[in-house]
């Protein structure tokens, strides 16, 4: 069992990066992105068109990338943050980091839910401690849906903190009792996190390392503090608890079988996983007779990504999404044909 102060996850929980218009790395990027969007969208995802800044691009995955003239912006957020960082640095190239979080969730006391206020009272008391006759922190706790969160620092400075309940705010999808403590890290902090990871530093200890030490100097001192990032499972050195389990295929094996995923491998993926049983009864159970329509024709590559050029208008990208939605509607129609006999409309059209 979990003990108070274990480490659930850590790392990059949010990437913001732009790049010169000349940019080859960016291309090169921009082309992963469409891979990926492209995946998402066969498998019944959603996509957003988007222009911050006026960058005018797409979001699938929590992942977007958008061009102007000037150059270009790519920006992932969440787990995602986590895994497409490294694509940002495979590819070569030379961003210009704007926004980069970094995030340590851990296991809480069963039932403490008076966390906020208690890192609040840690804060002033360390400002009076130090002799300060006006507070030099900004700590307020915000009080909402997800229960009580206390802000660290202003949103708009460079280093700010953000300590909630993560299990509220993701119920059902993590265990209970995890506290989240992120921190938004911009300009020149930003830049040298950014340095660091491209450097080979681990990003799970960085941000362990970074926002225990920033917890420091206000005077919070966390429950995890003596606790070291785990050593998520491998096969050399293999760990019986299942979150750690969990963790190792969020943060390594996700990787590799996106990849192969994309480039057409569905059912190799579902086979060595032995995931062949559990699709086939979530095939049964979401429409009747699809288990004997899924053949290996039934699922295709990924179409070709558009080129570059079509990003550098709105009106580009909403006619990307639009002939993607044609394809999913006529890819859904022949399936639910090949499951129900053929389409009195289609006979008609034909005739």
Same mark, same amino acid.
């Given at each position: 069992?979990?003990?108070?102060?274990?480490?659930?996850?850590?790392?990059?929980?949010?990437?913001?990066?732009?790049?010169?218009?000349?940019?080859?790395?960016?291309?090169?990027?921009?082309?992963?992105?469409?891979?990926?969007?492209?995946?998402?969208?066969?498998?019944?995802?959603?996509?957003?068109?988007?222009?911050?800044?006026? /960058?005018?691009?797409?979001?699938?995955?929590?992942?977007?990338?958008?061009?102007?003239?000037?150059?270009?912006?790519?920006?992932?957020?969440?787990? =995602?943050?986590?895994?497409? /960082?490294?694509?940002?640095?495979?590819?070569?190239?030379?961003?210009?980091?704007?926004?980069?979080?970094?995030?340590?969730?851990?296991?809480? =006391?069963?039932? +403490?839910?008076?966390?906020?206020?208690?890192?609040?009272? =840690?804060?002033?008391?360390?400002?009076?401690?130090?002799?300060?006759?006006?507070?030099?922190?900004?700590?307020?706790?915000?009080?909402?849906?997800?229960?009580?969160?206390?802000?660290?620092?202003?949103? @708009?400075?460079?280093?700010?903190?953000?300590?909630?309940?993560?299990? +509220?705010? !993701?119920?059902? #999808?993590?265990?209970? +009792?995890?506290?989240?403590?992120?921190?938004?890290?911009?300009?020149?902090?930003?830049?040298?996190?950014?340095?660091?990871? !491209?450097?080979? =530093?681990?990003?799970?200890?960085?941000?362990?390392?970074?926002?225990?030490?920033?917890?420091?100097?206000?005077?919070?001192?966390?429950?995890?503090?003596?606790?070291?990032?785990?050593?998520?499972?491998?096969?050399?050195?293999?760990?019986?608890?299942?979150?750690?389990?969990?963790?190792? #295929? !969020?943060?390594?094996?996700?990787?590799?079988?996106?990849?192969?995923?994309?480039?057409?491998?569905?059912?190799?993926?579902?086979?060595?996983?032995? #995931?062949?049983?559990?699709?086939?009864?979530?095939?049964?159970? !979401?429409?009747?007779?699809?288990?004997?329509?899924?053949?290996?024709?039934?699922?295709?590559?990924?179409?070709?990504?558009?080129?570059?050029?079509?990003?550098?208008?709105?009106?580009?990208?909403?006619?990307?999404?639009?002939?993607?939605?044609?394809?999913?509607?006529?890819?859904?129609?022949?399936?639910?044909?090949?499951?129900?006999? @053929?389409?009195?409309?289609?006979?008609?059209?034909? +005739?």
């Amino acid at each position: 069992m979990p003990q108070v102060g274990d480490i659930f996850s850590s790392g990059v929980d949010w990437v913001t990066a732009t790049f010169k218009a000349d940019d080859a790395g960016a291309a090169a990027l921009l082309r992963r992105c469409q891979t990926h969007w492209a995946a998402i969208e066969q498998a019944g995802g959603k996509m957003e068109v988007l222009s911050p800044l006026q /960058y005018h691009g797409v979001r699938g995955g929590s992942v977007f990338f958008g061009s102007r003239k000037d150059g270009h912006m790519f920006q992932a957020t969440s787990a =995602a943050a986590n895994v497409w /960082y490294s694509e940002v640095l495979k590819f070569g190239c030379v961003p210009n980091i704007t926004r980069l979080d970094l995030q340590v969730t851990a296991y809480r =006391a069963p039932g +403490d839910f008076a966390f906020a206020p208690r890192y609040r009272k =840690a804060v002033r008391h360390f400002e009076k401690r130090m002799g300060r006759a006006r507070p030099a922190v900004l700590a307020t706790v915000d009080k909402n849906l997800s229960g009580d969160s206390l802000r660290i620092g202003a949103p @708009s400075s460079e280093f700010s903190m953000n300590i909630y309940d993560k299990s +509220d705010e !993701s119920a059902g #999808l993590v265990p209970p +009792d995890l506290s989240r403590f992120e921190s938004r890290n911009a300009e020149h902090l930003a830049r040298r996190l950014w340095k660091e990871l !491209s450097e080979g =530093a681990n990003p799970q200890k960085l941000a362990h390392s970074h926002n225990l030490a920033r917890l420091l100097k206000v005077g919070v001192r966390p429950e995890w503090a003596d606790h070291a990032v785990p050593e998520y499972f491998t096969p050399d050195r293999p760990k019986q608890d299942d979150f750690s389990r969990l963790m190792w #295929l !969020s943060n390594d094996v996700s990787k590799t079988v996106a990849g192969l995923i994309e480039r057409g491998y569905v059912h190799e993926v579902i086979a060595h996983l032995g #995931l062949g049983e559990v699709v086939e009864q979530l095939a049964r159970e !979401s429409i009747p007779g699809l288990k004997e329509r899924l053949t290996r024709e039934s699922w295709k590559a990924p179409p070709t990504p558009p080129r570059l050029e079509t990003f550098l208008s709105p009106q580009g990208a909403r006619e990307i999404l639009k002939r993607q939605d044609r394809e999913r509607e006529k890819r859904t129609r022949k399936r639910l044909q090949g499951i129900a006999g @053929s389409d009195p409309t289609d006979a008609k059209q034909e +005739d």
